[in-house]
């Protein structure tokens, strides 16, 4: 919670540090990416948006013949070349373009019961990769190699047992990221205990940890990963069934993900289903979005303060601005030094 000397007045200031902006869409939007210059966002309705402002603008379009589909992943290798992934129950499909989504190609079609993609990401302009949930006891990894135009899944053996109920999120997009030299985490939930899997050579195997936040039921566990560098990260989630509970939401990494410990000892989020670190240093801002609104916090992830209820499913950061999305075609951006110099 904000410190109790910030006030009403103070409060609806902060709030206002998200400036919402016309996406032309009503659909509910999940995905988010960012390539230099370019930030990509999709949602239901076969949806998807192109800024090349940083998000200030949106150009809002829908793939022919997907309106029946919930884009709830997006990734972009380059500025003309991005992905979408189908999140729908047994239909894994992934949809492709090279011509900034002028035009689109199927390149990956599963419509196997069980089938279900989560999250979607890029190493670099060549290697891709997907989540999907477990199929024979194994979670789903879609590898690409080609730019993404065509996918293999990495080998059931390469990855741990899938735990009774273990699960991913298709909530935002960020339950899966990449970071350099091949490295990769993705988050679970819906098992005993929610789980970060991890690998260092682009998902040709795989090892997972335990972490204390808070599972057990289907609807509870891990819902977005943020690494600042190869070593310090932040995991948010919760229970997106009573997203208003108020209980300790974030667990924190200082070691690659190796160990992980809960943060916000005052337990003052609630739900969050995003959360991306707006700069490279220790002491920039870190943003986490809900159904419930946004947090932020000044110190790495250990203390967090509400600023806002406008609810958002994601979130990404590019040059200090995080621009999220939500439901409704709710779109804005935040700037991280406005936030500073208001709050101060």
Known sequence: MLHASVGLAQQERLDSLWSPGASHTTASLRGLAVTPGIVWASGQRGTFLRSTDAGAT???????GAAAFDFRG?????????????????????????????TWAVVYDDRRPGAFLDAIAVWDRRR?????DPMDGVFVVLLSDDDGAHWTRAPPTALPRALPGEGAFAASNSCLITGPGGTAWFASGGGAVARVFHTTDFGRSWSVVDTPLPAGDGASGIFSLAFRDSLHGVAVGGDYQASDSVRANVALTSDGGRHWTLADPARATRFLSGVAYTGSSPDAPVVAVGTRGTWVSLDGGLIWSWTGSSPYNAVVATGGT???????????????????????
């Open 74 to 102: 997006v990734a972009a290798l380059d500025a003309r070349t991005a992905l979408l992934m189908v999140a729908a129950q047994d239909t894994a499909r992934i949809y492709r373009t090279t011509d900034a989504g002028r």
């Open 128 to 132: 891709a990769i997907a989540l999907g």
């Open 58 to 64: 949106w150009i809002t379009d829908s793939v022919p």
């Open 322 to 344: 995080a621009v999220a999305v939500g439901p409704h075609g709710a779109v804005a951006t935040w700037s991280a030094f406005d936030y500073l110099r208001r709050s101060h």
